[in-house]
């Protein structure tokens, strides 16, 4: 059974950074993308980077391109979110998940983790 566990959230400045950890578990994940997602206070939750676990191709939302860099360390068995220039809008829980490509779709979910960005 795959487990996911964040860590590495808090609260930083506008224009900090912060790095996000995924510790995986429970499987070997060749076959799976790796996701990050948020959710701030009344909005739906949101798509914000992804990698495949093999290729390490990487994805992003428009709103986090050139600030925000996926990575994954295989030997851990972590992903990661690099989060540089935050702004306040970037104020959400996130969450990581796992999809395994030969279901196609995110069905296991970390906890998550509270990211706020104090103007």
């Known amino acids: 059974q795959v487990q996911l566990v964040e860590s590495g959230g808090g609260l930083v400045q506008a224009g900090g950074s912060l790095r996000l950890s995924c510790a995986a578990s429970?499987?070997?994940?060749?076959?799976?993308?790796m996701g990050w997602f948020r959710q701030a206070p009344r909005k739906e939750r949101e798509f914000v980077a992804a990698?495949?676990?093999?290729?390490?191709?990487?994805y992003y939302a428009d709103s986090v391109k050139g600030r925000f860099t996926i990575a994954r360390d295989s030997a851990k068995n972590t992903v990661y979110l690099q989060m540089n220039s935050l702004k306040p809008e970037d104020t959400a829980v996130y969450s990581c998940?796992?999809?395994?490509?030969?279901?196609?779709?995110?069905?296991?979910w970390g906890q998550g983790i509270q990211v706020t960005v104090s103007s």
């Open positions: 990698i495949t676990w093999s290729g390490g191709d990487t």
């Open positions: 998940a796992a999809q395994d490509q030969r279901v196609g779709k995110y069905d296991t």
């Open positions: 429970g499987s070997t994940f060749s076959n799976y993308v």
